[in-house]
């Protein structure tokens, strides 16, 4: 398949994704949502790799939404992109294998919103982030202000958005928004490194992972218990290999081979 403003390699078990528009900084466009839709649907290579990793070309993660693109938005072309954005990182948060951001550089605006919708985010220590859109007259329009206090509370997704001045990525990694603080020049690496050890774990018990933390937040915690309940349960039927071979390797005193 060949992008425009995407990169796409395979490192073994690992896909490395990479947001490619280095001149406008990664800003994310309607064109650059077509390309991220179109690569999150190809069934054949999200099935081939076990982890992606998601980055940014230059200096950037992604610098926000496109604001020269903005700038003659009626409200129903507003609207349009917001659902065009938020459809497409549904997309990633819902993909069914671990999705890590590998935060090179600014990560504003729709660019924290992507990143917001991966798994978890290593970043550079070198990385500005935050959710400047109060200093342009909007709010966050690709579900960061749901994301947000969903990943870190309602006080520090508010101190973000209200002051609009981003955060160094220390100080992002003390509210929680980052999981890993990096050197610059080894982002990658160190990205690449978490990602192989999750592809060393059970793709169906990192499935089930991912599906209890995103949909039991929408629950009750007494209904998000009984869901947890109901798919610990369906772990031991006959057909559920990776649970066999995951507890007979442990007995066996040898690795698993999922
Ligand atoms: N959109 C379009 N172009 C951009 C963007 C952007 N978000 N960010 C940077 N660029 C462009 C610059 O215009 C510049 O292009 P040119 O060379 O043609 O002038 C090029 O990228 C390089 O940028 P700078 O020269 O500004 O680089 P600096 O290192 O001096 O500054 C900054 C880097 C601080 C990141 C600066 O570029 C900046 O402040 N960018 C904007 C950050 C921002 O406000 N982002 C939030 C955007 S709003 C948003 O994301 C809302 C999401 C919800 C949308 C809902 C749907 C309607």
Request: charged fraction near 25%; charge should be negative.
């Amino acid at each position: 398949m060949h992008f425009n403003y995407l990169k796409f390699e395979k490192r073994g078990k690992i896909g490395i994704l990479t947001l490619n528009r280095p001149e406008a900084l990664n800003a994310l466009n309607k064109d650059v949502f077509k390309e991220l839709s179109c690569f999150l649907e190809d069934r054949e290579t999200i099935q081939s790799i076990r982890v992606l990793v998601v980055t940014g070309e230059g200096k950037a993660f992604v610098a926000g939404a496109d604001i020269k693109a903005m700038q003659e938005y009626s409200p129903q072309m507003a609207y349009d992109f917001s659902e065009i954005g938020k459809v497409v990182f549904d997309q990633i948060a819902n993909l069914e294998i671990p999705v890590i951001a590998a935060i090179n550089g600014f990560a504003l605006g729709g660019g924290l919103e992507l990143a917001l919708s991966c798994d978890i985010r290593v970043a550079s220590e070198k990385a500005r982030l935050g959710l400047p859109e109060v200093n342009l007259g909007l709010i966050p329009g690709f579900n960061g202000t749901q994301r947000l206090p969903r990943l870190v509370g309602a006080g520090n997704a508010m101190y973000l958005m209200m002051l609009g001045e981003g955060v160094t990525a220390a100080e992002a990694y003390q509210l929680g928004v980052v999981q890993k603080l990096a050197p610059p020049e080894s982002v990658l690496e160190i990205s690449l490194e978490l990602a192989e050890k999750m592809a060393s774990k059970s793709p169906n018990a990192l499935r089930l992972i991912k599906l209890m933390v995103r949909e039991g937040l929408e629950l009750s915690s007494e209904d998000a218990g009984k869901m947890e309940s109901k798919e610990f349960g369906r772990l031991f039927k006959e057909d559920q290999k990776e649970r066999k071979e995951g507890i007979d390797a442990f007995l066996e005193k040898r690795k698993p081979n999922w």
